[in-house]
């Protein structure tokens, strides 16, 4: 931020502090960022990744669509396509991104993943769990395949196997909030308190006037018998999102 109040017609500036609101979960500055870039004429292929990556955080998923459109499609954004196309309901039209996605680059765990989703879509769980292990042993740098590999644990009552994978993207992403956030969730579903509050305070760190982070705790005192602290914490949560459901 200094750096850019310093030059502020530096678009490369722009794209990396857009990078880092991204990684600690302030989409909307994000994408306010990288629009100043391409204002600024960086070019669409270093500025696109980063801006789908703000607007699918917003559920923004038909801009996404519109913004890659007439893009030269890398893997990374036909992942991101395919995802959008998912969240609209176009399952099929999502398949076939991933698919080419994969022709393009073979052991890419997102596509992969993005297949497993679309798998449990179709009500095909196995086919899940077989995109899943593909992914986990192409790509197995890839903290997001963790993530998705210890959901899919946890979705089938695997909740050690859960709390494995997603302390493996921990140890990928040191710095990944989403995890800790994730990982206090079972912690929390499993009585296991203690570790659940050591998450969420590794999160707090990361991102601390993070809204979910505030939703979690108060999931952690209600769960512990404490009410009033988790009525304060919602009442906090209702104030900025009153339609959180």
Aim: charged residues 25%; proline residues 4%.
């Amino acid at each position: 931020k200094n750096a850019v109040v310093k030059s502020p017609e530096d678009a490369q500036l722009r794209i990396d502090l857009a990078r880092l609101h991204n990684d600690m979960g302030d989409a909307l500055s994000a994408e306010k960022e990288v629009r100043k870039a391409l204002a600024l004429k960086i070019p669409a292929a270093t500025a696109l990744p980063v801006l789908v990556t703000a607007l699918a955080a917003q559920g923004e998923h038909q801009k996404v669509l519109a913004e890659t459109e007439s893009a030269a499609l890398t893997p990374a954004l036909l992942v991101q396509r395919g995802q959008a196309f998912l969240q609209l309901g176009q399952a099929d039209k999502g398949k076939a991104s991933f698919e080419a996605a994969l022709n393009a680059q073979p052991n890419e765990g997102n596509a992969l993943i993005g297949l497993a989703s679309y798998a449990l879509i179709k009500k095909d769980p196995e086919g899940a769990r077989r995109f899943t292990e593909q992914a986990s042993e192409k790509d197995p740098k890839n903290a997001e395949v963790w993530m998705f590999k210890g959901m899919l644990a946890s979705r089938e009552g695997k909740q050690d196997a859960a709390i494995a994978a997603i302390s493996q993207a921990l140890t990928l992403k040191p710095d990944h909030r989403t995890a800790h956030l994730e990982r206090a969730y079972i912690e929390i579903g499993s009585g296991k308190f203690a570790a659940a509050r050591a998450d969420l305070v590794a999160a707090r760190k990361i991102s601390p006037g993070s809204i979910i982070i505030t939703y979690t705790q108060a999931l952690l005192d209600h769960t512990e018998g404490k009410n009033a602290q988790a009525l304060e914490s919602i009442q906090k949560v209702l104030r900025v999102a009153p339609e959180h459901m």
